[in-house]
Structure formats: structure tokens, C-alpha cells
């Protein structure tokens, strides 16, 4: 089943990097290790700034507790659970 | 003894121009005898200490020549600054009178401490100083420090007309104001700062002086009704100057003596630079070829002796030993030449990479079609801040491709975390009430 947001996240990810002269993984995984998957952390920066444009909500200023997730799959959950 | 600014006004000719209003000017003789008339309807205690509130740059202009001299603080707050900042202003100066903005009213004087009151000295100016970031602090001044660069050879100074663009009560705007009344160029003023009725009152009377900050001069070019004005003096300064803007008003004014002021609130007048480029030259660093003393600290900041060091322990804090006064300016050397890179307090901090915002916009301002632009740092939880711009652009021109073009080429000039992560289109750009960029973090 096709996750609306998954993608809206990952077309953003890919402009970015296109945009900033990297890599990112042809295909992207659940699993798969965030600063692995092509993008820097100012990479990761300009994604949470873009995102919170679409969305509307920045999940990270939201949490009580800071937890920065470790793989795409949990970065794709804290969206999901952070939507208003 | 020490002369007010009353009787310093006094020695010029009674039928001298001194202000210019959209349909009348003011002759010295009238504005003495109107000022002189305020002072004795307002029956203040001599040595009292007075808030200006809020006073029309007419009535400001009456109200210090009226005052200096007779009362011992003169608190200057300009009518853009809250109630609460104010207040918690006057209340620190420990002000006995508070003047509103009526002041053909009896009732706009309010009685507001029982001090006691000083003997006669020189009245002691606190002017409200805006930095970037907008948190006023007062820095205290006297007519002597105040006039130290003001120029009083009236027969040069009648073959100018000098306009306000600053508010007076800013530190920059009493240089207008004191320049133009004590050397008898007239002042164009109007009753409010609304930048329409300024420059209304401007071409109605042929000013060819003016003084604004780099910012202001973009608006008043992108404005374009200032090329009516047979402008031959054309004064920056508060902001960093860049050489675009001095270009183009070369280019539009190619009569007109361009010249970039560095001063501030704090050191007075510092220094001009009249060779059209923008910065200073570098030999002045540590040589007494300089206007005055000047070092560059290894960080960066610009360090000043001034001739006169204002009072007040904010300012004291900032003196080191030698008594070089910490101005906050960051600079950089390159090759024969010292450019101004912004507040050190203005930066941006990208995950601990700061970025100049001034930097930022002078690159921006090299793509074609980019009129004028504000960069500032924008809240972000990955990284501290990121950088967001705000772009004036032509009319004529698409924004998306235009978005890209700038993008492009701050990609090939700056480091990326320097590469503004939003770009925005708006008509007109936001300004602090000093007339400086806006930069406050959102």
C-alpha cells in the first residue's frame, strides 16, 4: 500500500539532493540507516525546513522528550505520529 | 561654560532657512522665538530629567532646542517604540517629566518622579540605540559629542537642502538635523515619518542631500521618484555598505558626492569614506594616517578609540585596556581593503557555522533581476537555524526561474550550509523602525 506521506518525504529528499549534489539511494527502505541514505545532515536540516512547509508541523519541536530517529522507517513513524 | 543648542543657533542668521515643510519654510528667527516660546509655556524646573515621547520630527526639533541646556537628561524615544519598552525606559532614566506627542497641549506633560534636581551642566542626550537584533539600550551623549563631526561652515552648508529620512531621535537623524540647522542648509521635515509625505515634501523642496542606510537608499531607488531630486550630496550609513548599492547611485546621481559613514549610537561619527568603494582602506588598521584609532580584533571585531567615549557602563564593558572600544562589527581584511561583514550579534548560526547575512545578500544581489533582499536565519531543530531570504524581485521577472538562478549561484559562490534554504518573493522588504534590515530569527 502506497503511504502518501513515505512518498511526499522521499520526492523532498531526492530534490534536495539533486539540488545539493548528492546521492541518495535509488530505492529506499524502512531499515535503511538515515545518514546512510544520501543526504548530510544539513541535508537532514533543509528536509525537516521543507517538511514542515508541506505538513505543517515540525515533529521535532513538538516532542517532549528529543529523539532523533536512526533509520528512514522511524523517520517516516515520527511524522506519522506527530500529524496533527 | 558650556553653549546650548539655542544659543549656538543664535549666532547664525535670524533670516537663514533652517526647516522646510511641504508648503512653508521656517526661518531661523521664527524657529528660535517658537522654541524659545515652548521652553517658557512648559515652566519645567531647571536640572529636571524629560522623556520626549513619540514627538513628530517637527515638534522634536522645537523640543531640543528649546531644552538643551535648561534641563539635565533629555530622553529621546522615538513613536515606533512600544508602550512597554518606554516606559521601562523612562522609569530606568529616572525621568521627572514625561512629554507626549501633544505639545501644544499643557496636559502633555505629565509630572512623574519628585527628584532632586541637578545644577546647571550640560544637558545630558540619551538616545535609544537599535541593533540589529532590536533591543534598545541608551547611550548618553552631550551637544559637544553630538556636534563633534557637524560641519558649521554656512557658507557651503546654504548651498545644500537637506532632507530627513531618519527619525531624530536616532542618533543618525540629529546628525541630519544638527548638520542642516549649524551650517543653515535648510531640513525638509514633515509631520510624520510616512515615507510617502517624505518624499513628497523632498521633491516639493528640491532637497539635494540625504542620508539613509544603504536599505532605505534601495527602497528610494526602487521607489524611482527620487530621480526628480538634484541630488549632490548622498550620505550612507547604519548598515553595511555594499558595493552594489554605492554603484548604483553613482550611476543615478552621477553629480553627487557618494560618501559611506561609519558610526553608530555608540562611537559617534567614526569615519567617512568618500572613494566610492565600499569598506576602508586597509593601512588605516593601527596607523595614525586613520580618521581615529582603529585595530581589528583577532575574531574580527572592529575595535575604535573614540574622541569622545559616551557614558553609561554598557558602553564601559566594551573598552579594553588601551581603551579601544569593542564596536561589535565584525570585519575582514582583503588585500588593501577592510570589509564590514555584518553585527557579530547578527550572524546565523548553521550547525555552528556562522553565516554572515549581509554576505549572503550582496551574492543574491548579484543575480540579474534581484532587486533587493533580506536574508535571515530561520528556527530549524536539526541544525540551530538555517538561512531564508526574502527577495524583491523586477516585475518583469519569473519568480520560479529566478528562484533557481539565485539558488545556482549561491551554490557556486558560498559554502552550501550559506545557501538560503527558502527562498520567498514579497513587494517590499521589512525594516527595523532605525531604518536597518529586520533580522530577527523566525
Known amino acids: 500500500m502506497i503511504c502518501p506521506m513515505r512518498e511526499t518525504i522521499i520526492a523532498i529528499m531526492s530534490s534536495i539532493a539533486d539540488d545539493s549534489d548528492l546521492h541518495l539511494k535509488s530505492e529506499l527502505h524502512d531499515q535503511d540507516v538515515l545518514l546512510e541514505c544520501g543526504l548530510d545532515s544539513l541535508g537532514f536540516a533543509i528536509l525537516v525546513a521543507h517538511l514542515e512547509e508541506e505538513f505543517g508541523y515540525d515533529p521535532f519541536s513538538l516532542m517532549d522528550q528529543p529523539y532523533y530517529p536512526r533509520t528512514f522507517g522511524e523517520f517516516v513513524a515520527i511524522y506519522q505520529k506527530y500529524a496533527p | 561654560m558650556f553653549e546650548t543648542l539655542f544659543q549656538l543657533l543664535s549666532e547664525l542668521p535670524p533670516d537663514g532657512r533652517a526647516l522646510l515643510l511641504?508648503?512653508?519654510?521656517?526661518?531661523?528667527?521664527?524657529?528660535?522665538?517658537?522654541a524659545s516660546l515652548l521652553a517658557q509655556h512648559s515652566q519645567l524646573p531647571k536640572g529636571c530629567r524629560i522623556a520626549l515621547c513619540g514627538l513628530s520630527p517637527l515638534k522634536l526639533i522645537k523640543a531640543v532646542i528649546a531644552f538643551d541646556g535648561t534641563v539635565n537628561?533629555?530622553?529621546?524615544?522615538?513613536?515606533?517604540?512600544?508602550?512597554?519598552?518606554?516606559?521601562?525606559?523612562?522609569?530606568?532614566?529616572?525621568?521627572?517629566?514625561?512629554?507626549?506627542?501633544?505639545?501644544?497641549?499643557?496636559?502633555?506633560?505629565?509630572?512623574?518622579?519628585?527628584?532632586?534636581?541637578?545644577?546647571?551642566a550640560p544637558t545630558r542626550w540619551l538616545l535609544a540605540s537599535s541593533g540589529t537584533t532590536g533591543t534598545p539600550k541608551l547611550i548618553e551623549h552631550t551637544l559637544a559629542s553630538l556636534c563633534r563631526s557637524v560641519k558649521r561652515d554656512t557658507?557651503?552648508?546654504?548651498?545644500?537642502?537637506?532632507?530627513?529620512?531618519?527619525?531624530?531621535?536616532?542618533?543618525a537623524g540629529m546628525q541630519v538635523v544638527l548638520q542642516a540647522l549649524l551650517s543653515t542648509s535648510g531640513l525638509c521635515v514633515s509631520e510624520s515619518m510616512d515615507f510617502d509625505t517624505q518624499i513628497t515634501g523632498f521633491i516639493a523642496n528640491k532637497v539635494n542631500a540625504l542620508s539613509a542606510t544603504p536599505s532605505l537608499w534601495r527602497r528610494l531607488l526602487m521607489d524611482g521618484r527620487i530621480a526628480e531630486l538634484p541630488l549632490r550630496q548622498i550620505t550612507l550609513g547604519g548598515e553595511t555598505v555594499d558595493q552594489n548599492i554605492l554603484d548604483a547611485l553613482k550611476h543615478a546621481f552621477p553629480v553627487a558626492r557618494v560618501i559611506h559613514i561609519y558610526a553608530s549610537t555608540?562611537?559617534?561619527?567614526?569615519?567617512?569614506?568618500?572613494?566610492?568603494?565600499?569598506?576602508?582602506?586597509?593601512?588605516?588598521?593601527?596607523?595614525?594616517?586613520?580618521p581615529l584609532p582603529l585595530r581589528v580584533r583577532e575574531d574580527g571585531h572592529l575595535l575604535v578609540k573614540p574622541w569622545i567615549l559616551p557614558g553609561g557602563k554598557e558602553i564601559l564593558d566594551r573598552v579594553d585596556a588601551d581603551g579601544y572600544l569593542d564596536t561589535?562589527?565584525?570585519?575582514r581584511v582583503e588585500g588593501d581593503r577592510v570589509f564590514f561583514l555584518g553585527r557579530a550579534s547578527g550572524a546565523i548560526n548553521v550547525g555552528g557555522n556562522k553565516v554572515n547575512p549581509e554576505e549572503i545578500e550582496c551574492c543574491i544581489r548579484e543575480v540579474e533581476g534581484v532587486y533587493d533582499v533580506r536574508v535571515y536565519a530561520k528556527k530549524n531543530s536539526i541544525m540551530g537555524q538555517i538561512v531564508a531570504a526574502e527577495v524583491v524581485s523586477a516585475i518583469e521577472v519569473e519568480p520560479e526561474p529566478l528562484r533557481k538562478s539565485i539558488q545556482r549561484h549561491c551554490r557556486s559562490h558560498l559554502e552550501n550550509w550559506q545557501v538560503p534554504?527558502?527562498?520567498?518573493?514579497?513587494?517590499?522588504l521589512k525594516e527595523t523602525s532605525s531604518g536597518k534590515r529586520e533580522r530577527l530569527p523566525v
Open chain 2, 22 to 34: 511641504p508648503s512653508e519654510c521656517i526661518p531661523m528667527a521664527t524657529l528660535r522665538r517658537d
Open chain 2, 73 to 120: 537628561v533629555m530622553l529621546l524615544l522615538p513613536a515606533s517604540m512600544d508602550a512597554r519598552t518606554t516606559n521601562q525606559l523612562i522609569q530606568s532614566s529616572h525621568c521627572t517629566h514625561r512629554i507626549d506627542a501633544l505639545l501644544d497641549e499643557p496636559e502633555s506633560i505629565a509630572s512623574l518622579l519628585n527628584l532632586p534636581l541637578r545644577d546647571e
Open chain 2, 421 to 428: 534554504v527558502f527562498i520567498s518573493f514579497v513587494t517590499a
Open chain 2, 155 to 171: 557658507v557651503c552648508g546654504s548651498e545644500f537642502v537637506w532632507g530627513l529620512l531618519y527619525d531624530p531621535c536616532r542618533f
Open chain 2, 266 to 290: 555608540e562611537v559617534g561619527t567614526g569615519f567617512s569614506v568618500h572613494d566610492g568603494f565600499a569598506g576602508f582602506p586597509a593601512n588605516w588598521i593601527d596607523s595614525v594616517i586613520a
Open chain 2, 328 to 331: 561589535q562589527d565584525l570585519v
